[in-house]
């Protein structure tokens, strides 16, 4: 898991707020033909929307909010299950605590000095807001089968297929396919390009790296 830092988060919170502002005011243009009742319904909306927003999207399959599916992020447990009822009300009601002194004082400190970037809301929920894969279109790694190169290699052949690997979870699957094309010969598959290409010259930096089947 890569955890996401504070630029990423910041887009997604934003976006997520556009959001909800569109839908406050929709409602407000609608409760004004209600009167008293529309105004009850508008402010009930406003409390659901700041507090339960971001749960009830969490809790589904995807683990995002629109937001931080649009940024390729979700929340997850610790330990990379998905995240609990329990756990995503606890980090979304201590959102107050991150809001202090002011602006999300407390949360942007926290994140610029943890390695995991946690606000105090993951930090007490057990939560971590990632990176996912599947978003960003990268193999996952248990789709890399270790394969044998088709050559002998040079060392500093093997230290650039084994950098690939190890650096894999954190390109972009244009830039993996990119880098991957370039070594595709180690593979037999060079002139070539595409995810089965990118998956085959990985196999190699695995193979090389000792995982072996």
């Known amino acids: ?10 887009y997604a919170f934003l976006l997520d707020w556009v959001v909800r502002l569109a839908v406050i005011y929709g409602v407000a243009v609608v409760a004004e033909f209600l009167g008293g009742l529309g105004t009850a319904v508008w402010l009930i909306l406003i409390f659901l929307l700041e507090w339960f927003y971001p749960v009830a999207f969490e809790l589904l399959p995807s683990g995002a909010t629109p937001g931080k599916r649009v940024f390729g992020l979700k929340v997850v447990m610790d330990n990379g299950l998905p ?18 002194p002011f602006m999300y004082g407390f949360a942007i400190v926290t994140m610029l000095t943890r390695r995991d970037c946690k606000r105090l809301g993951d930090v007490a929920a057990a939560t971590l807001v ?3 894969s599947r978003a960003t279109g990268r193999p996952p790694l248990q789709d890399v089968a270790p394969l044998p190169p088709v050559r002998p290699l040079t060392p500093s052949t093997q230290a650039a297929l084994v950098a690939l690997a190890v650096r894999a979870p954190r390109l972009t699957a244009e830039r993996l396919d990119e880098l991957a094309a370039m070594a595709a010969a180690v593979s037999n598959d060079a002139g070539r390009s595409g995810r089965d290409v990118t998956l085959r010259v990985l196999g190699v930096g695995h193979w090389i790296l000792g995982r072996r089947p």
């Open 1 to 10: 898991m890569r955890p996401a830092g504070l630029n990423p988060r910041l």
């Open 83 to 100: 995240v609990t009822v329990a756990a995503s009300v606890t980090r979304n009601l201590l959102r107050f605590a991150d809001f202090l």
């Open 130 to 132: 990632v990176h996912d």
